[in-house]
């Protein structure tokens, strides 16, 4: 009986550039994920607090596959899961509550973040 012996080399630089890419697409989709929901004026308005400063991408956990969109006020949860409120303005004339349901399965934007992801790795990936 034959034995087949094989010796395998991971190219261990090149592994981390692609992880070290996947980190940085992650954080770079989550940018553009708010950009985008901000553009499209979803997102109740009143001062601009929610939608401006009390809205950011939270990335301290990108290194595990995570990012965060986080709104930090204490009236975002209750905006957010009462859709019976009339959000519209004339400054987001499409507000609403569950304002990130476009992006979520089986809304209008659901390819946008994998989208973005796929663009941004490969980019820096060199891909």
Known sequence: MMKAHSIVK?????IRKL???AVSALEKTAEAVHM??????????????????STFVDCSSSAQG???IVSFTPYARRLYYHPEFNFKTDEN??????????WEEGG??????????KKFYQQEAGL
């Open 10 to 14: 991971l190219n261990m630089p090149r």
């Open 19 to 21: 992880s070290d890419a």
């Open 36 to 53: 985008e929901v901000e553009q499209a004026q979803v997102m109740p308005f009143d001062t601009g607090n929610l939608q401006g400063e």
């Open 66 to 68: 995570k990012a965060s």
């Open 93 to 102: 004339p499409n507000a609403k509550g569950h304002w990130y349901e476009d």
């Open 108 to 117: 209008e934007h659901q390819d946008s973040a994998p989208n973005a992801f």
